[in-house]
């Protein structure tokens, strides 16, 4: 049976050529054949030129998911095991991240790794899966089957992102895909520190691992100084910078299981400097400026505070507020880390807020790095939309 085209209409057809892997309802003109929910479609331009091989969904705004650029290549399942093994050569032969048992990692970024929708991390011998696609959720044990080839992981786990059933009309639950269990006390190893995963109810797929080489470049600068580790989930930054030699260290996070994490984590490692505080991070940073305390290293990691263009005026009062807050805890020459991992707010957009937020407090202010996500979270040059985290290291004097 051929399969199905969809075919766009005419003057839609430049984004493909530049093989961005999203077709939007509003581009097509008409479906030729009748491709149910998941299956294989041809996307051709409007005067029939080919343009990609990608698998369909009505149920999305994301009607055809690109993923194929050859007309004869289907994507079977020697299409989608040949695109695995390339991005674990990323991880493996490039960054060296398979370090051992205990390694964690991004095995696969979605669209950064040509394969929209799927999204795999390695937390020491095991792998949690995330789908927010309905056409790679139907071939999940096809997956499950390259993955335990090519990794040899000890169990499998599928990890859902709230609301994404509803935008891919998918019925997916968390849970086991193959294996075995992974313990609630599973542990993996960065840079030496130990960490625990809890790859069931962990926030994210357990881990903040984009953020593992701005940890690294924080921790530089921490010995002999007195950190707060702002938005803190399991310790990441405080972990690293108590280890580096910080005099001390406050974590604060909001939730309650996250801090729990985080002192089972220092406990894990033998470090006894840090300090943990539940509360809400504005509310507690307003009572640090009353109570005249100061810090040298101040990290703010929150989460993402906008996911449309909507919401971006809120946030982006937010991060301002976070900032005029941030200017009266430093000591003088403090180092000021601002992450931001809300991507409709891009690089230089926050440096405007930061540099705003220092003036407004009459203090000199120098960009000493401008980070992005550690490489095994790479930005696929067709699809920059994939571009989310920032990180900047700043000198408050
Ligand atoms: N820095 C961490 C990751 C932070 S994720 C790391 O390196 O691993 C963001 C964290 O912010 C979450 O743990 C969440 O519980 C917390 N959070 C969200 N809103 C908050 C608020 N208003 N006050 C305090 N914590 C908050």
Avoid at 184 to 197: A, C, K, P, Y
Wanted: proline share 4%; glycine share 8%; aromatic share 8%.
């Amino acid at each position: 049976m051929a399969t199905p085209t969809v075919i766009l209409k005419p003057k839609h057809a430049q984004p493909f050529f530049g093989r961005h892997p999203w077709v939007f309802a509003g581009a097509v003109d008409k479906v030729e054949g009748k491709p149910a929910n998941g299956d294989e479609v041809i996307l051709k331009a409007s005067n029939g030129t080919f343009l990609a091989r990608g698998l369909y969904n009505d149920n999305s705004k994301i009607l055809v998911r690109n993923y194929g650029w050859v007309e004869d290549q289907p994507l079977d399942a020697a299409f989608f095991r040949a695109k695995i093994a390339r991005a674990i050569g990323l991880r493996h032969d490039v960054l060296h991240l398979n370090t051992g048992p205990k390694a964690a990692y991004r095995v696969i970024s979605s669209e950064a790794d040509g394969l929209s929708g799927l999204t795999v991390d390695r937390y020491a011998e095991w792998l949690t899966v995330q789908f927010t696609s309905l056409a790679l959720a139907n071939r999940k044990e096809m997956f499950a089957e390259i993955l335990r080839e090519l990794l040899q992981p000890q169990g499998i786990y599928v990890r859902t992102e709230k609301g994404i059933g509803k935008l891919e009309g998918l019925e997916l639950h968390d849970g086991l895909l193959w294996g075995v269990q992974p313990p609630t006390d599973l542990m993996i190893e960065e840079n030496g520190l130990r960490f625990r995963v809890d790859l069931t109810e962990g926030q994210k797929t357990g881990y903040y691992l984009d953020q593992r080489d701005n940890r690294v470049a924080v921790a530089k600068m921490a010995a002999g100084k007195r950190v707060l580790d702002a938005f803190s989930y399991s310790g990441g930054f405080g972990l690293y910078c108590a280890k580096a030699g910080a005099t001390s260290v406050e974590c604060v996070d909001a939730s309650e299981s996250a801090l729990k994490l985080a002192e089972a984590n220092a406990v894990a490692n033998g470090l006894s400097t840090l300090e943990f505080t539940q509360g809400d991070v504005f509310a507690y940073l307003a009572q640090l400026v009353a109570d005249k305390k100061t810090f040298d290293i101040l990290v703010l990691d929150p989460p993402k505070f906008a996911r449309n263009r909507a919401a971006l005026p809120d946030a982006i009062r937010g991060y301002k507020r976070l900032h005029q807050l941030a200017m009266k805890l430093l000591a003088p020459d403090g180092i000021l880390v601002t992450c931001c991992c809300t991507g409709l707010i891009v690089m230089d957009e926050l440096i405007e807020i930061i540099g705003q937020s220092a003036v407004e407090s009459k203090r000199d202010l120098q960009i000493l790095e401008r980070r992005g996500p550690a490489a095994d979270h790479p930005v696929s040059a067709n699809c920059l939309e994939g571009s989310y985290l920032k990180c900047i290291l700043s000198r408050v004097g």
